[in-house]
T-cell receptor
Framework: AQKITQTQPGMFVQEKEAVTLDCTYD???????LFWYKQPSSGEMIFLIY??????QNATEGRYSLNFQKARKSANLVISASQLGDSAMYFCAMKRHSSASKIIFGSGTRLSIRP | ETGVTQSPTHLIKTRGQQVTLRCSSQSGHNTVSWYQQALGQGPQFIFQYYREEENGRGNFPPRFSGLQFPNYSSELNVNALELDDSALYLC?????????????FGPGTRLTVL
């Protein structure tokens, strides 16, 4: 069975500092994708970044980068130069590369940015 | 390009009632997935519709059912509502044929069951 674990229920970070949100996953599949989503208080899930299991380079999208360590089954999100607008829930998620696009989500980390 | 929309935004029902939630997929997307997100938890996959057929289902009872229409919009129906059905219901659309890695989520419908 697939599982996503996020061990940090909440984090406080000073504005402009970098922050790392932890994520480990469990799967027996060889081909899968890893995602990070941001969920502000409005409720909408906002796609941030994607890493394929066969991608050799770590994914980057602007201030977001994904530290992918396949052997450790970890996919940590790094946010550089945090901003007040980064305060939100962050979910790590995983999807099999099969016909049904079922995404398995972790329990989330609430990130709060201090001015 | 029109994003994913959901209606209504909020809904209050009582135990035993039935509810229908609606989702319009992003333009050009043929796949819609529904998720239930209880307070303080991550979303849980309910089911997915691809070209009007159910294409995968999570661990939800049969009183959760759905439809997808020829224009790829979708409905989620929940019968015999229970208190634990109170949650944020999210739909997400994708273009499955391209093996799209992204699912684009709507703003959600917040259902309260009293």
């Amino acid at each position: 069975a697939q599982k996503i674990t996020q061990t940090q229920p909440g984090m406080f970070v000073q504005e402009k500092e970098a922050v790392t949100l932890d994520c480990t996953y469990d799967t027996s599949d060889q081909s899968y994708g890893l995602f990070w989503y941001k969920q502000p208080s409005s409720g909408e899930m906002i796609f941030l970044i994607y890493q394929g299991s066969y991608d050799e380079q770590n994914a980057t999208e602007g201030r977001y980068s994904l530290n992918f360590q396949k052997a450790r089954k970890s996919a940590n999100l790094v946010i550089s130069a945090s901003q007040l607008g980064d305060s939100a829930m962050y979910f790590c998620a995983m999807k099999r590369h099969s016909s049904a696009s079922k995404i398995i989500f972790g329990s989330g980390t609430r990130l709060s940015i201090r001015p | 390009e029109t994003g994913v929309t959901q209606s209504p935004t909020h809904l209050i029902k009582t135990r035993g009632q039935q509810v229908t939630l609606r989702c319009s997929s992003q333009s050009g997307h043929n796949t819609v997935s529904w998720y239930q997100q209880a307070l303080g938890q991550g979303p849980q996959f309910i089911f997915q519709y691809y070209r009007e057929e159910e294409n995968g289902r999570g661990n939800f009872p049969p009183r959760f059912s759905g439809l997808q229409f020829p224009n790829y919009s979708s409905e989620l129906n929940v019968n015999a509502l229970e208190l634990d059905d109170s949650a944020l219901y999210l739909c997400a659309s994708s273009l499955e044929a391209s093996g799209a890695r992204e699912q684009f989520f709507g703003p959600g419908t917040r259902l309260t069951v009293l």
